[in-house]
Each structure stands twice: as C-alpha cells, then as structure tokens.
C-alpha cells in the first residue's frame, strides 16, 4: 500500500545538538519529496524539497535533507538545533498531485 | 510578495450549519489545494482546484465542497456540520506545474459545537 512513514512521535534534543528526522515512503516511482514545519497553531512553512538531481538538498533555517532511492527514504538532519526549532515536522511525497503527509515528528529542545 | 491568506482565522459554528472559508493564493498561483487537519486524522487532502476546475479530490463527504473564481480565489464550504468537523483546515498555493511547490496559509480554525 501506499503511505509515508514518520517513524518518531516525539523527539527531544539539547540545544546545540544534531538532528536528524526519519521518513520512508511507499510509492512505485520516486515521488516529489518535501518537508514542513508548523509551530503551534499556525500553518506549516516549506523547509524544503526534492524534485531530482542532487539527493542532498539544503532549505532554509539551516536544514537538509538526503534523499536515498535504494532505502525509500528522505531523512531531514540539522547540524546543530536551536531552541527555535522546537516545532512539529511533516515529510510529505507528492502524488498524484497532492500532498499526502505524514503523522508527524514533534521535536521538543531542551536548554 | 504577500504570502497566501486564509480568512476567518476563527470560526465557531453549531451542528447542522454551514459554513464558507476563503483562500487568497498567491499572485500568479493558479492552484489551490485544500487540507484538514485534525488531532486524530492528521493532515487530509479535500480537493484542488486549477484555472477554476476540481483536478482532485480527496475522500471525504460531498457535504464538504469547494471553488476557485477567476481571479484564483478559493472558497471551500462545509454544509451540515458535524462536531468531527472540528479542524484546522489549510489552504495551499502553487502555481500548479509539474516541479512546484505548494505554499500554505495560517490556516483557518473551525470549532463546531
């Protein structure tokens, strides 16, 4: 079946740290790949996204992501976190022309 | 570049109304793509809408129902509300080609009692 794969509820990190986010897909071809931010009670803000070509991508805030044809997967990674970056992430492949997210990491930053 | 605009941003409505949310895309975007967002569910695709016609739907009742006008604007419309349709209900911009991104709104708080 098809589906995207957040596999962490909840993370949480100290500030200064490094991050990396999971996510798996399930699609027959390599779909277009994004990741979003939403603090809470706002909208979700594109950090970045994969089309082809290069599979390191860099977004904005200091973020990247890899994309790895062969493991399904387009981790997001952050060398080191800030406190600011507490928030909640969605991986979200584009098929069929719409966006189908997944459930959602929430990244939790302590001092 | 002002960025997409959901208004109301709140909205409390009683069982069995109706209601009606707006989504100003951004200028030069011609999709516009609508979600819902519960605790529950997650984030759900409604529908898009392209030069003013439904190129997708998602699986959701037909009490939920939508249109973009000439100049972009979307407006979806939920009849008959239910207290499930509690949500968060995002617009998302693009400019609806094959390699682009989709921007959202703040999206529009709907809290039915």
């Known amino acids: 079946a098809q589906s995207v794969t957040q596999p962490d509820i909840h993370i949480t990190v100290s500030e200064g740290a490094s991050l990396e986010l999971r996510c798996n897909y399930s699609?027959?071809?390599?779909?277009?790949l994004f990741w979003y931010v939403q603090s809470p009670g706002q909208g979700l803000q594109l950090l970045l996204k994969?089309?082809?070509?290069?599979?390191l991508v860099q977004g904005i805030k200091g973020f990247e992501a890899e994309f790895k044809r062969s493991q399904s997967s387009f981790n997001l990674r952050k060398p080191s976190v800030h406190w600011s970056d507490a928030a909640e992430y969605f991986c979200?492949?584009?098929?069929?022309?719409?966006?189908?997210f997944g459930t959602g990491t929430r990244l939790q930053v302590f001092p | 570049k002002a960025g997409v605009t959901q208004t109301p941003r709140y909205l409390i409505k009683t069982r069995g109304q109706q209601v009606t949310l707006s989504c100003s895309p951004i200028?030069?975007?011609?999709?516009v793509s609508w979600y819902q967002q519960t605790p529950g569910q997650g984030l759900q695709f409604l529908f898009e809408?392209?030069?003013?016609?439904?190129?997708n739907k998602g699986n959701f009742p037909g009490r939920f129902s939508g249109r973009q006008f000439s100049n972009s604007r979307s407006e979806m419309n939920v009849s008959t509300l239910e207290l499930g349709d509690s949500a968060l209900y995002l617009c998302?911009?693009?400019?609806?080609?094959?390699?682009?991104?989709?921007?959202f709104g703040q999206g529009t708080r709907l809290t039915v009692v």
């Open positions: 699609y027959g071809a390599t779909p277009y």
């Open positions: 994969y089309f082809s070509g290069d599979t």
């Open positions: 809408y392209f030069s003013e016609t439904q190129r």
């Open positions: 998302a911009s693009s400019l609806g080609t094959k390699n682009t991104e989709a921007f």
């Open positions: 979200a492949p584009r098929v069929a022309d719409k966006l189908i």
């Open positions: 200028s030069g975007h011609r999709s």
